[in-house]
Each structure stands twice: as structure tokens, then as C-alpha cells.
């Protein structure tokens, strides 16, 4: 009777122990099921916010692109304007030059006239005497 009473218990020891490792594995597996839920978790939030940082780069590349068009296009009108005010500035000079050169042989021409008008006239007069 006494070797059934050990064996009971070293029966008894051994279900126990048994039951402590599933119970361990157990736990151990629930860990590693959270792990790897955190990890999905984490690894779907991470893809989530690079690509939203993907988005928001390639939004703010666009709009850097954009301002840079019409920054370079604002430049050209610029420039256009400064040759258009100049060419009309080139333009109106010349013109003034020209009206001047005229008014200046003009000027000349009637000197001249007047001129050759009085030695004729004092010419006349003198023969006349």
C-alpha cells in the first residue's frame, strides 16, 4: 500500500508538473499571438504614415514645381516688359533725333536761303548804283 501511496503521488507530481508546462506553453503562445499582433499592428501604422508622408512630400513637391513655373514665367513677363520699355524708349529717342537732324537742316537750308536772299539783294543794289 505504501508503494501505491508513492506511486499516487509521483503520479499525482507528474500531472502537476504536466499541467504547469501546457499552462507555461500556453502562456507563452498568448505572448507570442499579442507580439505578433502588436508587430502587425505596428509594421500597418508605420506603412500607414509613410505613405501619407509620401503623399504629403509628393503634395509639397507639386506645389514647389508650381511656384517655381510661375516664378520663372512672373520673371519672363518681367523681362519682356524692361525690352518692350526699353525698344520703346530706343524708339522714341531716335525718333527725337530724327525730328532735331531735321529741324537742323531745316534751319540750315533756310540760313541759307537767307543768306544767298540779302548778298543777291545787296548784289542787286550795289549794281544798281
Known sequence: MRDLDVKLAQDYVKMVD??????????????????????????????????K???????????????????YLEEE????RVKDDTDAQVQFLSMQLANKNERKKVDTQNKTE???YWNDKIA????KE
Do not use: C, H, P, S
Open 53 to 71: 508622408a509620401a503623399v504629403l512630400e509628393n503634395n509639397l513637391q507639386k506645389y514647389v514645381d508650381k511656384k517655381d513655373r510661375e516664378n
Open 124 to 127: 542787286d543794289d550795289l549794281g
Open 18 to 51: 504536466e499541467q504547469e508546462r501546457k499552462k507555461k506553453a500556453e502562456m507563452e503562445a498568448r505572448d507570442k499571438r499579442q507580439r505578433d499582433f502588436m508587430d502587425r499592428m505596428e509594421a500597418t501604422t508605420i506603412a500607414g504614415e509613410n505613405r
Open 114 to 116: 537767307f543768306v544767298q
Open 77 to 80: 513677363r518681367r523681362k519682356k
